[in-house]
């Protein structure tokens, strides 16, 4: 099995920036998917990137298309998701996940394991 940790949450202002990382030990993680959704309070875990793991081109969901970027490094067991011009409707916690496969599924019920999440909270 794979296990995820996530790191670099924190508060950031409207219109900052944050990286999240989330590192993977255990067996190779080279042939997952792997997907970031997010969590807040009161609502629904939901679907914000996912990469097959050749690497290549990142699913978005449409909240975040254009201000977050997935990346992932293989050889290093990282993956991670740089978040751009980031709002207050971006506060969550934030979750990596991963799926055998090459499906780049924006399910969270398609995903096998999963980190404990790291918070991010976007004040106004």
């Known amino acids: 099995q794979v296990q995820l940790v996530e790191s670099g949450g924190g508060l950031a202002q409207t219109g900052g920036s944050l990286r999240l990382s989330c590192a993977a030990s255990?067996?190779?993680?080279?042939?997952?998917?792997i997907g970031w959704f997010r969590q807040a309070p009161g609502k629904e875990r939901e679907f914000v990137a996912a990469?097959?793991?050749?690497?290549?081109?990142?699913n978005y969901a449409d909240s975040v298309l254009g201000r977050f970027t997935m990346s992932r490094d293989n050889a290093k067991n990282m993956v991670y998701l740089q978040m751009n011009s980031l709002k207050p409707e971006d506060t969550a916690v934030y979750y990596c996940?991963?799926?055998?496969?090459?499906?780049?599924?924006?399910?969270?019920?398609?995903?096998?394991?999963w980190g404990r999440g790291t918070q991010v909270t976007v004040s106004s």
């Open positions: 996940a991963g799926r055998r496969g090459v499906y780049r599924s924006s399910s969270s019920r398609d995903y096998d394991y």
């Open positions: 255990g067996r190779t993680f080279s042939n997952d998917v």
């Open positions: 990469m097959r793991g050749s690497g290549g081109t990142a």
